[in-house]
């Protein structure tokens, strides 16, 4: 099995209506997801354009989400921006250092955390509308001009970052190491 070491730069997390989430020094995690935030729950309630029809009850695939500084430069970069993009404005409860391609990361890898705690990766988190337009009315470009409500999801697409479910209980700290372990499907 492919393996990285990856840094934890900062943790998020909350529940805010606008999906921001606040820095902490650290995170815990429980089976249904990160305590204190808003995605912490073994269901969700689906939304316009999920997997299932509107308003169906499924299993949380998004216990957690998870942005690199890499892809947030790249992103910040590609839309100009005039300050570097924060992983908490996204909603992100991690963001990695180490990762440059975080975003394609395969279903069923595995994030490890000294404390014992270990995330699964389930799919790429697509930039949405709704995430585009908060961008809008935080940044500006670097020449001061407004940004377009698209703009985002333009610059985003295929760096957004990943989300998953808890694997194993644990507790995660900025300045953690990371031992990704890549999902590695039967010959």
């Known amino acids: 099995m492919k393996k990285i070491i990856a840094t934890v730069v ?3 997390a909350g529940d805010n209506d606008d999906l921001s989430k606040e820095q902490r020094e650290y995170i815990e995690v429980e089976l249904d997801g990160i305590v204190g935030d808003r995605h912490r729950s073994y269901t969700r309630t689906c939304w316009a354009g999920d997997k299932q029809a509107k308003g169906t009850t499924r299993r949380n695939e998004r216990q957690w989400s998870a942005n690199s500084v890499e892809e947030l ?10 300050a570097p993009l924060a992983a908490t404005c996204l909603g992100a409860n991690l963001c990695l250092s180490g990762l ?6 395969p279903k069923g890898t595995r994030l490890k955390f000294p404390s ?13 509308h709704d995430m585009g337009k908060k961008v809008a009315a935080l940044y500006t470009k670097s020449n001061g001009r407004p940004l377009t409500s698209i703009a985002f999801s333009k610059a985003a697409k ?7 479910v808890v694997e194993a209980a644990g507790t995660i700290r900025a300045g953690d ?3 990704v372990v890549y999902y590695n499907p039967p010959a």
Request: net charge negative; glycine share 8%.
């Open 10 to 12: 900062s943790v998020h």
């Open 73 to 82: 430069a790249a992103i910040a970069k590609a839309m100009d921006l005039n």
């Open 100 to 105: 440059p391609d975080l975003s394609r990361l």
């Open 116 to 128: 014992g705690a270990e995330l699964m990766v389930e799919e790429y988190n697509p930039p949405c």
């Open 158 to 164: 295929l760096t957004r970052g990943i989300v998953g």
């Open 177 to 179: 190491v990371v031992t």
